[in-house]
């Protein structure tokens, strides 16, 4: 089991360009989800998949931030374009579906945005 | 709004005492409640779960109290260990609604055990 794959794991960029991060879910997992930890406000939920379908985006902070699943082995969030206040860890994490399966996350993405 | 809170930003604790780290939750009745415990520069792992039909579960030195009526929730490491030096986060999992199985965490408690 090769767990969750975030990609990259450190991030720098310059305010106005579009960042992409991405994540690769463990396999046979149906449920994707894409958070963010700041010291402030701890770990965010901003969106969240279930069989590719997003469910809830109502965390996603505006519409800069957007988030695609295209199969099940993949995902992307996308800034465009970031500002330093992006600046964050952003976690994907995915289970099985079903409210008792523990989610498992990956070791995050650091992004510096200047 | 559902929420899932932990007012403590740190908590202390000498090795081999008890270590209590609490959350409060809001405009729950059937969620499932669980713990995250995360070192430096890695994810979250997850520790230990509760289902809201019962009020204790325990796995090694791991027990996690759930008090319905006060919307708390508590995990008790006992003996504490420098190793459990950590951030640990509670979260719930939604039970019901269109936003079923959503999974939201609290603030985050830093605890450090001192040998």
């Known amino acids: 089991d090769a767990g969750v794959i975030q990609s990259p794991r450190h991030e720098v960029t310059e305010m106005g360009q579009e960042v992409t991060l991405r994540c690769k879910p463990i396999?046979?997992?149906?449920?994707l989800f894409w958070y963010r930890q700041t010291m402030m406000r701890g770990l965010e939920l901003l969106i969240y998949?279930?069989?590719?379908?997003?469910?809830?985006d109502s965390g996603m902070p505006e519409d800069r931030f957007s988030a695609k699943m295209p199969n099940a082995s993949f995902s992307t969030l996308k800034i465009q374009p970031s500002e330093p206040r992006d600046s964050a860890v952003y976690f994907c994490?995915?289970?099985?579906?079903?409210?008792?399966?523990?989610?498992?996350f990956g070791n995050g993405t650091r992004l510096t945005v200047t | 709004d559902q929420q899932v809170k932990q007012n403590s930003p740190s908590l202390s604790v000498q090795e081999g005492r008890i270590s209590i780290l609490n959350c409060d939750y809001t405009?729950?009745?059937?969620?499932?409640f669980l713990w995250y415990k995360k070192y430096p520069a890695e994810g979250p792992t997850f520790l230990i779960s509760i289902s809201s039909i019962k009020d204790k579960n325990e796995d090694g030195r791991f027990t996690v109290f759930l008090n319905k009526s006060a919307k708390h929730l508590s995990l008790h490491i006992v003996p504490s260990q420098p190793g459990d030096s950590a951030v640990y986060f509670c979260a719930r999992a939604n039970a019901g609604g269109t936003s079923y199985g959503k999974l939201t965490f609290g603030q985050g408690t830093i605890l450090t055990v001192h040998p």
């Open positions: 405009n729950s009745m059937f969620d499932y």
């Open positions: 396999s046979g997992h149906n449920s």
């Open positions: 998949f279930n069989n590719n379908v997003p469910i809830d």
């Open positions: 994490a995915s289970r099985r579906q079903g409210l008792t399966s523990p989610l498992h």
